[in-house]
């Protein structure tokens, strides 16, 4: 398994420059980030969003360095919707070349506990499936018709998607995120030898914990102190696996496990070593966050038996002491404020 350090994860971005980039949730977060770096090495931006208001202002940032983009607003759950922005694409710019099937949201409901109306079970929530696995499916169905309009040898024609570290490993209390996830990486492994057959780029991306709106507060509160992965390398890892020139990696998965680089898993090495590689990174994220939850119940504790009396005075205490450790340069401080 290699990786590929960040240096070069845009080192063939002159192969972008007039193609036609559609990417659907780009008006926020990991779209917006991967929209902003395709412009910048001179692509053609559509973007699909239920945000419109976001997606009009990425592509009024793009236009204003001089690039070009359009948006419209699609609710990728709606195939018709997506059709409309597939002919958005041919109408403006005549040609789709590279598709990012990029929106997603996290868990919606909570699957593990039936609800009830009048004594009887209520139909799950399944937004979460709809947005996250029938998107991306309507996405890519209608990419891998739009992909081959007018496609000569050689040209660059890309489909990737956007798995997660959920793609691999189960998220407890994520069983719809995690179903949906896992099914991207199967969808992109059963469509990429046809593919490769036709000369198109297939790929999974899949992040650890990025700093973005889909992460709720409280997942981010357990996350504080380990490391996410930086946003503008998932852009970099979506870039890489559309544009890279080795064909022997058309059909990877693109990992960032952490805050380190990108990993490259080739097809051939997905059932081995990379399970064990997973499940050791996600078991120490398991140590770490039972740690912080371990600190939450600590504290919590100690507020229930005590009171608010006790921790007040405990952080006046550490004030104070802060305060006398530092004496000489705050009455210094405050003799300069004084003279002046
Ligand atoms: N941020 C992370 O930690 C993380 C980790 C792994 C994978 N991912 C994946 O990355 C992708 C992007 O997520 P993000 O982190 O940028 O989140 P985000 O919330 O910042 O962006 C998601 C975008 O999708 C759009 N969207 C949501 N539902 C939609 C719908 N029905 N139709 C059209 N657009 C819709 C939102 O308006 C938003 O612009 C998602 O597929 C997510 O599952 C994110």
């Known amino acids: 398994m290699s990786h590929i350090p960040d240096e070069k994860l845009f080192t063939f971005s002159n192969r972008v420059k007039g193609k036609v980039v559609i990417i659907t949730g780009a008006a926020n977060g990991i779209g917006k980030e991967t929209a902003l770096r395709f412009a910048s090495y001179g692509a053609k931006i559509v973007i699909g969003d239920l945000d419109i208001a976001g997606a009009n202002k990425v592509v009024e940032e793009i236009e204003r360095t001089g690039g070009s983009a359009v948006a419209l607003k699609c609710n990728v759950t709606d195939f018709d919707q997506q059709v409309e922005m597939f002919e958005l694409a041919m109408k403006k710019y005549g040609s789709v070349d590279i598709v990012v099937p990029n929106a997603g949201v996290s868990e919606v409901g909570v699957f593990q506990k039936l609800q009830f109306k009048n004594g ?57 995120y995690s179903g949906s996830k896992h099914a991207i990486l199967g969808v992109m492994r059963a469509l990429h030898p046809i593919m490769e057959l036709k000369g ?100 919590r504790d100690i507020w229930r038996i005590t009171g608010k009396t006790v921790i007040t005075t405990s952080i006046a205490a550490g004030l104070a002491k802060v305060v006398y450790d530092n004496r000489a340069t705050i009455e210094h401080a405050l003799r300069t404020a004084i003279a002046n």
């Open 200 to 299: 198109i780029r297939v790929g999974t991306i899949h992040p650890f914990f990025a700093d973005t709106a889909i992460v709720p507060t409280p997942v981010k509160l357990l996350l504080a102190g380990i490391p996410l992965t930086p946003v503008s390398r998932v852009a970099g890892a979506i870039f890489y696996a559309a544009t890279d020139v080795d064909e022997d990696s058309n059909g990877s998965a693109w990992l960032l496990l952490d805050d380190g680089p990108v990993f490259q898993v080739p097809k051939e090495q997905f059932k081995e070593g990379v399970y064990k590689m997973i499940d050791e990174r996600a078991n120490k994220g398991r140590a770490a966050l039972k740690g912080a939850q371990a600190w939450i119940r600590f504290f």
């Open 120 to 176: 009887r079970p209520v139909k799950p929530n399944m937004l979460t499936v709809e947005v996250n696995l029938f998107g991306p499916l309507y996405t890519a169905h209608l990419a891998l018709h739009y992909l081959q309009i007018n496609k000569k040898e050689g040209d660059l024609k890309s489909l990737i998607f956007i798995g997660s570290m959920a793609s691999w490993a189960g998220i407890p209390g994520g069983e719809m």
